[in-house]
């Protein structure tokens, strides 16, 4: 991808077929998520660096969620060959966008930054951070079922309107469309991950339920796409078959069908994965919620012995002697 030309002109360079070795030979440093990857990898491990300093810990597993999977496949999804044949193959595309809409928020909720940023910021930062999480316009937003409304339509909208043709025709428009996936997707799998501490948590039943609603949408949109029989992006594929890549571009038709199908399986595997999570650290809650109540059982019951000992010890000390 040519971050600083217009796309029609870079879509138009004779790229090689698809492989592993285009995958590393296509890379480019596109400046949006080389900015954004940076800035969030250094705050993220300043972070975890100042916890350290101070002697608390911080669990690997979420540095790891955060920095690697998270922004790493940010940053690859954006930046690599991936990203050089997003706006040639659908196909590609479609990979592109599952990665950015699930994969990533994903990744970047188990990696807990906003936890991490209340136990690192300093207090000024720190009291704006709390101010924002308890803003009206943070509880709108985490709002469950708004944030479910813009997950689910937000791809309709892409492929039946002109933004998807104005994303292949603006470099701008194309970095806001890969922004915009990962912040939807991100408003949708937040608060449902609950480790945050965000507006809009959930009940861990209701967590399960709008996971398992997400489904058939995908469902239904990859198979619409694969039953279409007109392009995604108008005459944008058609035209690129005609120049220097004609030779081993695929139909454009026979392209769409393979994006449709991946966007269906991708939605449901991910889908799914998301729903073991949650049920995990459901069943994993519900233990911690049967010790704690083993502990207050366990606590009141020592309590009544002990007013039981000491009543019978008061009774035996007031009675006659001899009795």
């Known amino acids: 991808m040519a971050p600083l030309r217009d796309l029609s002109a870079a ?13 590393f030979e296509q890379w480019s440093l596109a400046p949006v998520p080389l900015v954004l990857t940076v800035w969030a990898v250094g705050l993220y491990l300043l972070g975890v660096a100042r916890l350290r300093r ?14 690697v999977v998270g922004m790493g496949s940010f940053y690859v999804a954006t930046s690599s060959g991936l990203a050089a044949y997003d706006t040639v193959l659908v196909s590609v595309h479609m990979v592109q966008h599952m990665v950015l809409s699930m994969v990533v928020p994903l ?20 009291r704006w951070l709390l101010a924002a999480l308890h803003s009206r316009a943070a509880r709108v937003l985490s709002f469950a079922p708004l944030a479910f409304v813009l997950y689910i339509a937000s791809p309709w909208a892409l492929y039946y309107s ?8 603006s470099v701008w428009v194309h970095e806001a469309m890969h922004v915009h996936l990962v912040a939807v997707g991100a408003l949708f799998f937040w608060p449902l991950m609950g480790i945050d501490p965000l507006p ?8 399960v339920l709008l996971t398992v609603l997400t489904l058939p949408f995908h469902a239904f949109l990859g198979v619409s796409i694969m039953g279409a029989t007109t392009l995604l992006g108008g005459d944008w594929y058609p035209r690129l078959s005609d120049g220097p890549m004609g030779s081993w571009l695929p ?10 199908g991946l966007l269906w399986a991708s939605g449901d595997a991910v889908g799914l994965v998301f729903f073991v999570v949650l049920f995990v650290q459901w069943v994993r809650s519900s233990q911690s919620e049967a010790r704690r109540e083993d502990r207050r059982l366990d606590l009141l019951e020592a309590r009544e012995a002990k007013r039981a000992e000491v009543a019978a ?4 000390a007031g009675s006659p002697a001899g009795e």
Do not use: C, K, M, N
């Open 11 to 23: 879509a138009a360079e004779a790229l090689p077929p698809p492989s592993f070795g285009a995958f």
């Open 54 to 67: 101070r002697g608390d810990r911080w669990p690997i597993g979420r540095t790891l969620s955060f920095v």
């Open 107 to 126: 990744a970047l909720a188990l990696g807990a930054p906003v936890t991490l940023a209340l136990r690192t910021l300093p207090g000024t930062p720190r």
């Open 162 to 169: 002109g933004w998807y043709r104005a994303s292949l025709e």
């Open 200 to 207: 809009g948590r959930l009940g861990y039943p209701f967590r």
């Open 251 to 260: 139909d454009p038709l026979a392209d769409q069908e393979l994006a449709g």
């Open 313 to 316: 010890a008061g009774s035996s």
